[in-house]
Structure formats: C-alpha cells, structure tokens
C-alpha cells in the first residue's frame, strides 16, 4: 500500500504521527492514534477495486498482544470481515493475514490493547498478487483440537506422517508457504523442507504425510475460508478434499488425513505467524 491515500479516525498530530506515516515504505515512522482508547481505525484507499490475497502488518512494539480486525469495501460504505484477530494472543511486530478479496479499500480496526499501549502501525502492505517468502513461517492450529500440524518424531524422511500434536515451538511444527502460478500453495516443513503431500493415487481417509517437492498437484493446496472467520480449509488440488484431523480427535498424535469439506472444526486450521 506503499504510497496509496490512508486516513484513520484519530492521528497524533502533534507528533506527526499521522495516517500517512503508514504507507511511506519505511518502519522508522509510523501512525499512533491520539489517545489510548480502542476502536480506532487506519483505512487505505487503493485506488480501485483488487484482488487482494493478504496484508502484512508492522505494529509499533514488539512483544506486544494488539487485537485487531481486517475489513475490505468497494465502495467506502459496506464493509466486510476478511481477517478476524479480535482474540489473537499473538505478540509478533510483524503479523500476516491470508484471504481472497475484492476491495478497493481496506481498514485496520485496533479492538483490544494492553495497558499504556496506543494503536500505531508502523507500516500496512496490502497485497494483491501470490506472496512469496516474506510470509514468514507459521504454525497451523486445528479449531476443534487446539493442536498444531506438526511431522511425527520430526522425521526428515520421505512418507513421515503428518500428526497433530501440543505446540513445543519445534521446527517440525512450523510451515512455510510457497505460492503456485495458480493461486494455491506448497506447505514446507521448516524442519525438513519437504511438503504436505497426498500420497499420489490415494483415496478418501488416506494419511497425509511429507514428501520431497516434485511440484505435483498432490502437494498443492488452496486456502479456502472457513465459515468461521480467521481460519482456513486446506484443500488439495488434485482431489479437492481438505487436510481434516482423523474422527475430529483431539488427541496427540492423531493423523492427519484427506476428507471432503463437511464445515466441521476438525477441518479448520488458523495460519498463526511465527
């Protein structure tokens, strides 16, 4: 959003820290709003409507719990939900958020701050094109277990299976997203660096596992919203059913199987950045 027109509903004047700041392509400055209340916005207008796929968000402090809403509109008037972060307990300075939307204008709503901490952005990069590798890494949070995607026993084999299991902050717990030409994804086990595959030719129920990247449509996967705001379905391309945690288990160690969408919570997983 680098240079596009931003506004918000209150700004530190005095300090010139103004909407502006947010969108001039550096972290040195920043927009603060005027006080330390909630519910303050920062809103860029991208000039025409977009196909956006995700913002990347630098927060003024580090190690800091901001909770925060992502709307999008095409017409400055109706406005609709694309990343809920209202309950996040995240403390990263910079914060990603994936989703596919048409918007020409997108705004950043600050819903909960600790104590003696102001809403201010340091900078708002809205997206719309396939991100590369500035993601970053993520953890992938299953809504029903609560649990993380993770390679069983932090194998680097060919075949380990993919279970999930209590966040340990372990690499094989952590997921980097690679982008297709088609819009769709490669999950890459930081651990490994092998993907998420679905073992060629399997059938419905069959176990997930980790496979070297031979850039197959098996080991592509489309980040579908969940009817629930925040999460995803993870679909593969080849066979369109969902990465889905085997009989809704919340177990350790449950696998991680294909399944076709049925909206349940076992099937949805929260991208949470590392």
């Given at each position: ?130 991100f ?11 809504r ?31 997921w ?15 651990k ?57 288990s919340?177990a ?23």
């Amino acid at each position: 959003a680098a240079g596009e027109t931003a506004t918000a509903d209150s700004e530190e004047t005095s300090k010139g820290n103004t909407a502006a700041r947010a969108v001039d392509g550096s972290t040195v400055t920043r927009w603060c709003a005027g006080d330390g209340d909630t519910g303050h916005w920062l809103k860029v207008d991208l000039g025409s409507t977009r196909s956006l796929t995700g913002t990347r968000i630098a927060w003024e402090k580090d190690s800091t719990n901001y909770r925060y809403r992502i709307e999008g509109s095409t017409d400055n008037s109706s406005w609709t939900t694309l990343a809920d972060l209202t309950a996040t307990t995240s403390t990263s300075q910079v914060q990603i958020a994936l989703f596919r939307a048409q918007a020409r204008y997108v705004r950043v709503t600050v819903t909960g701050l600790p104590s003696g901490v102001w809403a201010s952005i340091r900078n708002l990069e809205v997206y719309d094109r396939p991100f590369t590798a500035d993601l970053g890494t993520f953890k992938l949070v299953n809504r029903n277990s609560g649990k993380v995607m993770d390679v069983s026993g932090a194998s680097t084999a060919d075949g380990a299976s993919v279970i999930q299991w209590p966040w340990s902050g372990g690499t094989n717990q952590q997921w980097k997203l690679l982008p297709n030409t088609d819009g769709s994804y490669r999950l890459s086990n930081v651990k490994s660096g092998k993907v998420l595959d679905s073992p060629g030719g399997s059938t419905q129920g069959a176990a997930l596992d980790q496979w070297t990247d031979t850039s197959s449509d098996n080991q592509w996967w489309k980040l579908v919203p969940s009817s629930t705001s925040g999460y995803y379905r993870l679909v593969d391309v080849r066979n369109g059913w969902c990465a889905d945690v085997k009989d809704a288990s919340t177990a350790d160690g449950a696998t991680i199987i294909q399944w076709p969408s049925t909206g349940a919570a076992n099937q949805d997983w929260q991208m949470v950045a590392l």
